[in-house]
Nanobody, 124 residues
Framework: QVQLVESGGGLVQAGGSLRLSCAAS????????MGWFRQAPGKEREFVAV????????YYVDSVKGRFTISRDNAKNTVYLQMNSLKPKDTAVYYC?????????????????WGQGTQVTVSS
């Protein structure tokens, strides 16, 4: 059974940092792209960042560029999202996801596996 389990969410003041982790089990995710999405109350789930297996390229939504960094530890089958300079508008449930690597990995339907989500709340 494939599982993605996020951790590291919490409550932080604006300007603070959090590091989210996503541990994968049940299979290895070599040749898979790993992504992070978020969903705020009343809004659709939106793309945040992706790390491609092929070439290790990363992409970010404009609103987090320069503040968030996605990385992976293949030996631990874990992907991370380092979030710095957090803002109240970053408040959301954050989800990690895995999908077979492709040129464009910005849409939710490109991903086959999802975690249960972890809450990030940024206070002003």
């Amino acid at each position: 059974q494939v599982q993605l389990v996020e951790s590291g969410g919490g409550l932080v003041q604006a300007g603070g940092s959090l590091r989210l982790s996503c541990a994968a089990s049940g299979r290895t995710f070599s040749s898979y792209a790993m992504g992070w999405f978020r969903q705020a109350p009343g809004k659709e789930r939106e793309f945040v960042a992706v790390l491609h297996w092929s070439g290790g390229m990363t992409y970010y939504v404009d609103s987090v560029k320069g503040r968030f960094t996605i990385s992976r530890d293949n030996a631990k089958n874990t992907v991370y999202l380092q979030m710095n300079s957090l803002k109240p508008k970053d408040t959301a449930v954050y989800y990690c996801a895995a999908g077979r690597d492709d040129y464009s990995m910005f849409a939710t339907n490109k991903y086959d596996y999802w975690g249960q989500g972890t809450q990030v709340t940024v206070s002003s």
